[in-house]
C-alpha cells in the first residue's frame, strides 16, 4: 500500500508535534507521546488546501460534515509537489493553493468561511480567525466590537481532548475592531432605509458573531435559566443561562461565557446581617472586561427568596450523568436552588463555614483590605475576604498570622488588624484591618485550634504605649514641680551657707580646681544679697540697734559697747549707702525773684542792643 509519512507536524493549535501518514484509506496524525490520535477517512474529505502560515505551510483538510475542519501545520515549502501529486492519484481531489495578503494593511472586510471568520484585504486572506475559539463579543458604543477568546490552556481540542497540550507563553484574549457607518443591506433585503439606518454596521456585526459563534448557543436549548439575578463581580444584573457544558451571564452591556473547566470552587457564605447570602464561584483562567480581569463571580441573594423551577432534563440522565447530585424539580429558597445547580453540573464541591463563631454567633466578621470594606471568613481549609474581588488564603500557604495595633495601647481603641504572611507566593503579606476588639479572643482560639502559628504584638504595643505614657507622666511633673518653686512664698528667704556650697560644687569638677573658685565666690553673692535687704524700706534702723543691743553682753559696760555697736552699724550703712546708693537728680533751674513775684505780670521784652552809630 502507498503511504506518505512527514515528520514534525502540528496538529491544529496544538504546540505537541507529531507525524502524519496519507495512505489511500484516508490519514492519520500521531503525537510524538502516542497520547493523541488523529484520523480523516477519505470518504470524508471534501477538499484539500495549501496555505502559508506562521509555521512554515499548512494542509487544511475541509470535511464534508458540518463543513468541520483539520489543519496540520509545519510542512516545508518542497512538500507542496509530493502532497498534491499524492492526493490526486489515491484521491481524486486537486490541491489548492490559498493566496494570502501581505499588504499590511489594517482596514478591510471581513466573511465567515465555514467555521472561520475571514479578514480580507483585496479579497486576498490577511488572518483568519476559528468561530470556535470566540468565548464572547461585546459591543462598545456604536461603532467598536470586542471579540474575546478562549484561552489555549482551556479550549478543547477536536476530539474533546486536553492531554498532551503544553501551556502557551503567549495567547491571544482579545480583539477590538472598528466597524464605523450603519448596516450594509443586500440586494435581497426589502426593508426601508429607515429601518435600515437605525442597526449600525457595529450592531450587525456583533449579531452575526453571536449567531455564528453560536455563543450561548442560542440556538439550542439550556437546562434552566435564573433570570434577574444581582450580580456584585461583575456589577450588574444578569440572566444567567445554565447549558451541559458552560454558563452564560446576558447583561444589559456585557455577556459572559464561562465554561465549568474553568470552575475552581464554589464557596456559599451567608453575610453577617443574617439578610443575604452570597454564593462566590472561582475561575480560573478568569473572565475578561477589557483590561479587567474577574477571577470570582460573587452573586447575591436574599435569604427569603424563593424560587420554583423544573430542570429541562430528564431523571435518567440526572441518575447517569449528573449522580444524583441534581433534582428534576426544586422548590427552596433561591440561593439553595442557585447553588446546588451550579454544584451539579461543574461537579465542584461546595465549601460552606465550618466552626468559627464570632462574638454575635456568626460565620462572617467586617473588616476592611486597603480602602475597601467586606466580609472576612474563617473556613476549615481557608479563609476568604469577599468584597468586590474576593481574596482566598490557604491555610497551608501561611507562614504565620500577625495580630497587631490594638488601639496603639489605648484603653478607648476598638479596632484591631490581622496581617497574614505566606510562605510563597505573588503577595508575601495581605492586611485586614478595622476589626472589631471583641473578634480578638474567638479568632485567636480558632487559629490556635488549627495550629497555625500566630504572633501577638498586641501585647508588645500596650507596653511600649504603657512605658511612654509613665515618661510623659514624669515630664509633667518634673515641670510641675519647677512651677512650684518658683511660686512658692516660702523660699523667698535668705539661703544658708550649707546650701549655698552644696549647689556650687554638684556642677563642678574637683579635679579642675574650679571648686575652689566657687567656694570662694559663695561670700560676696551673700554679701551682696545681705546688703540689698538692707536698704529695705521697711526695715527701720532702729529694729537692727535694738535687737545688737538685746543680744549684746549684759556683763559688759554698756555705754562703751553701745557706742561700738552704734559706731560699726553706722559704717556698715554708709559703706551700703555708698554702693547702692542711687544718682542724684537733676536741679530745677532758679527763678527770677521778679517773675516769682508777681506770675500774672506780662512778660518784659528783651532789650535790644543799639549798635554804635
Do not use: C
Not at 556650687?504 to 535687704?533: M, R, Y
Not at 549684746?552 to 559704717?571: C, G, M, R
Amino acid at each position: 500500500m502507498a503511504t506518505l509519512t512527514f515528520e514534525n507536524i502540528f496538529h491544529g493549535l496544538n504546540t505537541t508535534l507529531g507525524r502524519i501518514r496519507l495512505a489511500a484509506v484516508g490519514l492519520a496524525w500521531q503525537s510524538a507521546d502516542k497520547e493523541q490520535t488523529v484520523t480523516v477517512p477519505v470518504g470524508d474529505i471534501k477538499y484539500l488546501q495549501w496555505i502559508r502560515v506562521a509555521r512554515n505551510f499548512q494542509l487544511r483538510v475541509t470535511l464534508k460534515q458540518d463543513r468541520r475542519r483539520e489543519t496540520f501545520d509545519g510542512f516545508q515549502r518542497d512538500d507542496h509537489d509530493k502532497v498534491a501529486s499524492f492526493v490526486k492519484q489515491h484521491y481524486s481531489l486537486a490541491l489548492e493553493t490559498v493566496e494570502v495578503g501581505v499588504k499590511g494593511w489594517n482596514w478591510g472586510s471581513t466573511d465567515v468561511r465555514g467555521g472561520d471568520l475571514a479578514f480580507l484585504v483585496s479579497n486576498r486572506t490577511i488572518f483568519e480567525v476559528p468561530l470556535t475559539r470566540i468565548a464572547n463579543s461585546n459591543i462598545v458604543g456604536k461603532t467598536e466590537v470586542t471579540l474575546e477568546f478562549v484561552p489555549q490552556t482551556a479550549a478543547p481540542s477536536a476530539q474533546g481532548k486536553n492531554k498532551g497540550r503544553a501551556p502557551a507563553h503567549d495567547d491571544m484574549v482579545e480583539m477590538r475592531l472598528f466597524v464605523p457607518g450603519p448596516r450594509a443591506r443586500g440586494s435581497d433585503e426589502e426593508q426601508s432605509d429607515a429601518e435600515a439606518n437605525d442597526v449600525s454596521a457595529a450592531q450587525a456585526f456583533h449579531d452575526m458573531i453571536k449567531e455564528k459563534a453560536e455563543i450561548g448557543q442560542v440556538t439550542g436549548e439550556g437546562i434552566v435559566t435564573f433570570s434577574d439575578i444581582l450580580v456584585q463581580t461583575p456589577r450588574g444584573r444578569y440572566d444567567i443561562d445554565m447549558f451541559p457544558s458552560f454558563l452564560r451571564l446576558r447583561g444589559k452591556t456585557y455577556d459572559y461565557k464561562v465554561l465549568y473547566s474553568s470552575v475552581t470552587r464554589i464557596f456559599l457564605l451567608p453575610k453577617p446581617d443574617e439578610i443575604h447570602v452570597q454564593l462566590v464561584v472561582g475561575l480560573d483562567p478568569p473572565i475578561r472586561q477589557g483590561q479587567t480581569q474577574y477571577p470570582y463571580l460573587v452573586l447575591n441573594f436574599s435569604r427569603e427568596e424563593e424560587l420554583d423551577i423544573e430542570l429541562n432534563i430528564d431523571q435518567e440522565t440526572i441518575d447517569a450523568k449528573y449522580e444524583g447530585k441534581l433534582q428534576k424539580k426544586y422548590d427552596l429558597p433561591t440561593y439553595r436552588v442557585v447553588s446546588e445547580v451550579f454544584r451539579g453540573l461543574s461537579g465542584r464541591k461546595m465549601i460552606a463555614p465550618g466552626s468559627f463563631a464570632s462574638r454575635d454567633n456568626q460565620h462572617g466578621i467586617k473588616a476592611n483590605m486597603k480602602a475597601v470594606t467586606g466580609e472576612l471568613y474563617f473556613l476549615e481549609k481557608s479563609l476568604i475576604f469577599v468584597a468586590k474581588q474576593p481574596t482566598v488564603v490557604d491555610y497551608a500557604d501561611i507562614h504565620q498570622i500577625v495580630f497587631s495595633r490594638l488601639g496603639s495601647g489605648m484603653a478607648s481603641a476598638r479596632t484591631f488588624d490581622i496581617r497574614v504572611v505566606t510562605k510563597a507566593g505573588p503577595v508575601s503579606e495581605v492586611a485586614f484591618t478595622s476589626i472589631n476588639k471583641e473578634e480578638f479572643e474567638p479568632v485567636e482560639d480558632f487559629l490556635k485550634a488549627k495550629k497555625i502559628r500566630t504572633k501577638n504584638e498586641i501585647n508588645e504595643d500596650a507596653v511600649l504605649a504603657a512605658t511612654v505614657l509613665e515618661d510623659d507622666d514624669s515630664d509633667e511633673d518634673m515641670a510641675s514641680g519647677n512651677a512650684d518653686f518658683h511660686a512658692s512664698e516660702s523660699d523667698e528667704g535668705e539661703p544658708t551657707d550649707d546650701d549655698s556650697d552644696t549647689s556650687g560644687a554638684s556642677d563642678v569638677s574637683d579635679a579642675s580646681g574650679d571648686i575652689d573658685i566657687v567656694k570662694s565666690a559663695q561670700p560676696k553673692k551673700k554679701k551682696k544679697k545681705a546688703a540689698a535687704e538692707g536698704d529695705d524700706a521697711e526695715a527701720p534702723p532702729k529694729k537692727k540697734k535694738k535687737a545688737a543691743a538685746e543680744g549684746d553682753d549684759p556683763d559688759a559696760p554698756p555705754k562703751k559697747k553701745k557706742k561700738a555697736a552704734k559706731k560699726e552699724d553706722e559704717d556698715e550703712e554708709m559703706a551700703d549707702a555708698n554702693e547702692e546708693k542711687p544718682k542724684a537728680k537733676p536741679k530745677p533751674k532758679k527763678v527770677k525773684k521778679e517773675e516769682a513775684a508777681d506770675p500774672d505780670a506780662p512778660p518784659k521784652k528783651k532789650a535790644k542792643k543799639s549798635s554804635p552809630s
